[in-house]
């Protein structure tokens, strides 16, 4: 790691893990403004309760520390202590406080059910049984195998003025890209000066499409199908949580951070399964109406028409009522299900260009690469 020291003589000190260690550079790079550290019990609380923090202002879920009880036994509060990375120094917290929460309450709040087959659930349940909040510094960003796809808020803000964009539309995505993904992106591209492709390369669950994957099809479908002067590609590394709604309004907030003006919000966002209807993410978007600090577009289906021969919506097809049968979902659930069978998609759901660019690459997430 470039400019990284190792450890000094300071005799209290955390490891972070790999998804720690994400979330300490996102609070630090600006990702997640207005926090400035891991959560104190009252931020944590005011989020899980209220959507906010105690300021008022909007923000849905936690972003907090946990550690093991023999972590924490060797802390005090309102110590200063060393955070390293692979063994390797990266920053520096200041422990304000501990605490620690009923998590099956917490998980019910956050994610509307204690199933422990919702991956965000088991991740939540199965953290560390202390939390610990306080202010955070980085002393040197780590390198990781994606580092250089990825661009701070800064750097982002920087490259959207220097294209000359003063409106950006934000795409969110952890799913190599389909028909539906083109129509979004192309609907909003109608709409704004320029669009910034951000896939989510945290840790997410097996079965989902693998960063390498992800990243090679939206490289060749910039330039060889959307206009490169008016798209940008870089990535978001920081864990998928599954919490549907809530994290929707997250990430509508993270891409504010990023320079973004407008956030695209579709069907079933940030959902896994069947533990979130089609559109609450739409609801819960409209309760934050005009606080936001970004516009958020709310798009429905899309999905291919064989009597319109088209990608539509409900909004403008004839036939998704009258005749469903000529109705074809097009989502990543389905697109991961064909693909892992062998099968290719048909034309009119994915482009064969896109499958074929990412032949010859692991295409999916197994339980040994989290």
Request: hydrophobic share 40%; net charge negative; with cysteine.
């Amino acid at each position: 790691m470039a400019g990284c020291s190792s450890k000094g003589k300071a005799v209290n000190i955390i490891e972070l893990s790999y998804d720690q260690y994400l979330e300490f550079e996102k609070i630090s790079i600006g990702s997640f403004a207005p926090l400035n550290g891991f959560m104190t019990q009252a931020e944590f609380v005011s989020v899980v309760e209220n959507m906010r923090l105690p300021n008022g202002a909007p923000f849905t879920l936690p972003v907090t520390l946990d550690l093991t009880t023999k972590q924490f036994n060797t802390l005090s509060v309102d110590e200063e202590i060393t955070l390293l990375y692979q063994g390797v120094e990266v920053g520096i917290m200041r422990v304000q406080e501990s605490f620690e929460c009923d998590k099956m309450n917490v998980a019910e709040a956050i994610f509307g059910t204690t199933d422990i087959k919702h991956p965000g659930v088991a991740n939540f349940v199965g953290s560390g049984e202390v939390f610990v909040g306080g202010p955070v510094k980085m002393k040197c960003k780590a390198q990781t195998k994606l580092s250089r796809y990825e661009m701070t808020p800064y750097e982002t803000k920087s490259e959207f003025k220097n294209r000359g964009w003063q409106t950006v539309i934000g795409f969110q995505t952890r799913n190599v890209p389909h028909r539906a993904h083109e129509y979004l992106i192309r609907v909003g591209l109608e709409m704004v000066d320029g669009l910034f492709v951000q896939p989510l390369v945290g840790r997410k669950k097996a079965g989902d499409f693998t960063p390498e994957a992800i990243l090679t099809a939206y490289q060749h479908l910039i330039g060889n199908f959307i206009r490169s002067d008016r798209a940008c590609l870089g990535i978001l590394s920081t864990s998928m949580r599954y919490a549907g709604p809530r994290e929707a309004v997250f990430h509508a907030i993270i891409r504010r951070n990023y320079g973004c003006t407008h956030f695209i919000v579709g069907r079933d966002h940030a959902g896994v399964g069947s533990f979130y209807g089609k559109y609450d993410a739409h609801d819960l978007i409209d309760d934050f109406k005009g606080e936001l600090g970004i516009e958020v577009l709310r798009f429905h289906g899309p999905f291919f028409c064989d009597k319109c021969d088209s990608i539509v919506t409900e909004h403008t097809c004839a036939h998704w009522q009258a005749n469903p049968g000529s109705i074809r979902e097009i989502n990543g659930t389905d697109m991961r299900s064909i693909l892992l069978d062998g099968v290719k998609p048909a034309k009119e759901l994915m482009r064969p260009e896109i499958i074929e660019c990412i032949q010859g690459i692991p295409l999916f997430i197994t339980e040994s690469d989290r």
